[in-house]
């Protein structure tokens, strides 16, 4: 293969009609200086004529910031030199070298390429970074019009191995920062440019050298740059080399530009890309001669794990992300590596004194099951024992340990034995605190112990100590009873499948877990049927585990309707157990079915009747029955009768105020049956006073059947009496609020006599006090008048009649006149009221 040679030149020598150039495009970046007598001087034979167009935009020259007009020779040879790849519009690729010219006119220069035909490449497959400073480029025009075509452009010697390595040494902050943007760039062409800033042109060229060498074949080839230009926002190139005078200020993240300043501050921190990171620590270490073994090995482009692989069997030093992909990448592909490049990657990943992560540890996790059964035992059983050792001594570590066979033969046995002698105590301890071995040995001086770790912690360390033949027997139940607190606080989350591995495989805690967890349910049923919700566990074997099975039959008992005693009464008969043997499932059911409410009293009558006091007051759940009937409305006729039962029941249980309030709601239950003592009123006082703070409802349902019982036609004078005489503001206020019931208002308009009586009590007691008069008074007005004046004139006349025969003439008279419409009639009948009070 031969190369079309173009040449483009600026004015000739002693024309200055170039100008000082500062004004143009750069080079290779899309313009030729102010282009004055810029022009084709000498273009080999077949060149189309739209590629010296495309061409004449690229080959231009800007001189550096405060170049000299007349630069001596000395200062010519400070200019750098624009070697550039520009890919053209037909698919064709520009290779070319643009110097400066000495003589008046700061712009001059000469720009030598070659044109390379869609498709094709430099001879021998070489990358276009290779012709930097090769012999063949020409600083003048050819003699004649027509060059011939050139053979090749072989490479020049100040781009050898050892220069490269002691660049890309120097420029160590920044390698995987900018191979991490040329890999962005090479996967998405239209992504930001990759600005190199450096103080020779020279070195942008060796950037693109450590480019060609980490890059794939592919991107390599078509990866376009140029090592110099003064406008980089301008560049058409991939890569684009500018000097510190020209480096664009801090690039926004729409400005197109990832600019890596070497001449600068060095950049911290990760950059986020694997492979880059790789290819910069062997880079670091002298070694390009691995990215063409990493060649070799199975894997996309761009892929971590081969170059990671290859890098550390040659013994260099990796990172914990880098490690990790090499592990992953081996996991996926067991039969890549022979048994040689095997030992030599488990030896670099079990290497001491590496701080490693969760998730390289989760890679080499992943190896070793790859490997088991096809790599000898010597390298399963270091990966194996790193994970063992790992999990045991790395505190946040979460790691499902290595199958047994990984200890298998003499060479794991070996490590197995050695394990338990380095780690048996260590792994008692963390069991026995549930903290790391260096929390304990804090505590130890000192300081505070560490907090548990959680159930995946004490799962994977149980499942350790079974691996290695650990007994820790003696430790169980202090093990069980923290990971079941645990479970009930923070639920199975992530754990569940291992910690149901684990209950599968070690049958001694799982009968210790589960009835832990079957023992503290009453005190959480909540926690515990979120948990089971969670979780199955396999609690279907010979334990009676009465909690937890109705902990799991609670969501399907409540999804089936019903009311609320018959959801509890399928729940318990979930649990197996009855109440008269187990009273604690009285706990779990009432936790179960009504959470933080209250039971209604009926509900709580029904609990009650269901078992026994004795049960209830085992279980503690008399509390509850008891909270039903203290919190009861006015209106529930069930509260009383459960107050009885409660008082009969709980004698030794009930506090005294509590107490008070239950005998007042017994007070209302004698009062409604017709069963209590004489002296009412003063009961019903002394009763409240001794359940101060009394609930309203208590209060209001206690002196409203009192007040009911008053309303009567049967009620004993007696009481009547006493209970206006006693003056009570909130006795006579519930008096009052009966008498307006809209069952009193039926009556008083369908019985003459009953109204009659009432009009008879109401205007009666004309000294019993403020609060009688008060409502008396009230209930004249608001009540009976209404009542009256709704009547018909027969109606009304039987009233008197009524009145008549209760009392005497003056109170059937008084009450005529009390019924008259008009204010004289209700001054006459106030007058014939205060008469027959009198008499």
């Known amino acids: 293969m031969s190369l079309a040679q173009l040449h483009y030149t600026s004015a000739s020598a002693g024309d200055d009609g170039g100008g000082d150039g500062n004004e143009g495009g750069g080079g290779g970046g899309g313009g030729n200086g102010d282009g004055s007598g810029a022009q084709f001087t000498a273009v080999s034979a077949g060149i189309p004529t739209p590629v010296l167009a495309e061409a004449e935009q690229l080959l231009g020259y800007e001189p550096p910031a405060g170049a000299p007009y007349h630069p001596t020779s000395t200062e010519l040879r400070s200019f750098p030199e624009a070697f550039s790849f520009s890919a053209l519009s037909d698919g064709s690729h520009l290779l070319s070298r643009t110097v400066a010219l000495g003589g008046p006119g700061a712009g001059r220069f000469h720009a030598h390429a070659v044109h390379l035909p869609a498709g094709e490449r430099l001879p021998g497959d070489a990358l276009p970074i290779t012709a930097w400073r090769s012999p063949n480029w020409a600083s003048t025009p050819p003699d004649g019009g027509v060059p011939g075509r050139l053979a090749s452009l072989p490479a020049s010697a100040a781009s050898g191995p050892e220069a490269l390595n002691d660049f890309a040494v120097s420029r160590s902050p920044w390698l995987a920062a900018v191979f991490a943007d040329l890999h962005r760039v090479s996967e998405e062409p239209s992504s930001a440019r990759v600005v190199l800033v450096e103080r020779q042109g020279a070195d942008v060229a060796r950037w693109i050298a450590l480019a060609g060498a980490v890059l794939p074949p592919e991107n390599a080839q078509r990866l376009t740059f140029t090592t110099y230009t003064r406008r980089p926002e301008r560049s058409p190139h991939q890569v684009v080399g500018v000097l510190p005078d020209d480096a664009p200020g801090p690039a926004g993240p729409d400005s197109g530009l990832r600019v890596h300043n070497c001449t600068g501050p060095r950049p911290e921190g990760p950059v986020g890309d694997v492979w880059a990171e790789t290819c910069a620590r062997i880079w670091r270490g002298r070694s390009p001669e691995l990215f063409r073994t990493a060649t070799e090995l199975p894997g996309e482009p761009f892929a971590a794990g081969p170059l990671a692989v290859t890098a550390l069997c040659a013994g260099i030093t990796l990172g914990p992300d880098e490690r990790a992909a090499a592990a992953d990448w081996a996991a996926q592909r067991p039969y890549a590596l022979d048994e040689e490049r095997t030992r030599l990657l488990t030896d670099a990943l079990t290497a001491p004194g590496i701080d490693r992560t969760?998730?390289?540890?989760?890679?080499?996790?992943?190896?070793?099951?790859?490997?088991?059964?096809?790599?000898?035992?010597?390298?399963?059983?270091?990966?194996?024992?790193?994970?063992?050792?790992?999990?045991?001594?790395?505190?946040?570590?979460?790691?499902?340990p290595p199958a047994r066979s990984a200890f298998a033969g003499p060479d794991g046995e070996r490590a197995a034995a050695a394990l338990v002698t380095a780690l048996g105590d260590d792994l008692r301890t963390e069991l026995a605190t549930g903290g790391s071995a260096t929390s304990v040995a804090s505590a130890a001086s000192g300081a505070s112990a560490a907090p548990g770790r959680g159930v995946a912690r004490a799962v994977q360390l149980l499942r350790i100590a079974r691996l290695l033949d650990v007994d820790c027997t003696d430790l169980l139940p202090d093990v069980v009873r923290r990971m079941a607190r645990s479970l009930l606080d923070e639920g199975a989350a992530d754990c569940a499948p291992v910690l149901l591995d684990l209950l599968d495989e070690q049958f001694d805690v799982r009968t210790a877990l589960l009835g832990e967890l079957d023992r503290i349910a009453p005190h959480d049923p909540a926690g515990t049927e979120r948990l089971l919700t969670g979780v199955a566990l396999p609690f279907t074997g010979a334990q009676a585990l009465p909690h937890l099975r109705m902990c799991a039959a609670a969501p399907d008992a409540r999804a089936g309707g019903g009311d609320r005693v018959s959801v509890l009464n399928t729940v318990l008969r979930a649990g197996g157990m009855s109440p008269f043997t187990e009273p604690l499932v009285l706990r779990?059911?009432?936790?179960?079915?009504?959470?933080?409410?209250?039971?209604?009293?009926?509900?709580?009558?029904?609990?009650?009747?269901?078992?026994?006091?004795?049960?209830?007051?085992?279980?503690?759940?008399?509390?509850?029955?008891?909270?039903?009937?203290?919190?009861?409305?006015?209106?529930?006729?069930?509260?009383?009768?459960?107050?009885?039962?409660?008082?009969?029941?709980?004698?030794?249980?009930?506090?005294?105020?509590?107490?008070?309030?239950?005998?007042?709601?017994?007070?209302?239950?004698?009062?409604r049956s017709g069963a209590a003592e004489p002296g009412w009123a003063e009961r019903a006082r002394k009763l409240c006073a001794g359940a101060e703070p009394v609930e309203p409802g208590i209060r209001d349902q206690a002196f409203g059947v009192l007040a009911g019982r008053l309303l009567a036609p049967d009620r004993p004078e007696a009481e009547l009496y006493a209970f206006v005489h006693s003056d009570d503001a909130d006795l006579i206020t519930a008096y009052g609020r009966a008498a307006r019931h809209e069952a009193v208002l039926t009556r008083l308009r369908a019985e003459p006599a009953y109204a009659a009586d009432c009009f008879t009590v109401w205007t009666s007691h004309p000294h019993a006090g403020p609060a009688w008069s008060e409502t008396r008074t009230a209930l004249l007005e608001e009540v009976l008048r209404p009542v009256v004046r709704g009547l018909s004139t027969g109606e009304a006349a039987a009233v008197e009649e009524a009145a008549a025969r209760a009392g005497s003439s003056r109170t059937a008279e008084a009450f005529r006149a009390w019924s008259r419409p008009g204010g004289f009639g209700r001054r006459l009948g106030s007058r014939l009221t205060a008469r027959v009070r009198r008499s």
């Open 358 to 400: 969760t998730a390289e540890l989760s890679s080499v996790a992943r190896l070793l099951t790859a490997l088991e059964g096809r790599s000898p035992a010597a390298a399963t059983a270091s990966l194996a024992a790193l994970l063992v050792t790992e999990a045991v001594r790395g505190g946040d570590v979460t790691l499902e």
């Open 588 to 671: 779990t059911g009432l936790g179960l079915i009504w959470g933080e409410d209250t039971p209604t009293a009926g509900e709580a009558r029904l609990l009650l009747s269901g078992t026994t006091s004795d049960a209830h007051r085992t279980a503690g759940t008399w509390s509850a029955l008891l909270a039903a009937a203290l919190g009861a409305p006015a209106d529930d006729e069930d509260a009383p009768e459960l107050a009885h039962d409660l008082l009969r029941g709980f004698p030794q249980e009930i506090g005294a105020r509590a107490r008070g309030a239950l005998l007042l709601l017994e007070f209302a239950r004698e009062l």
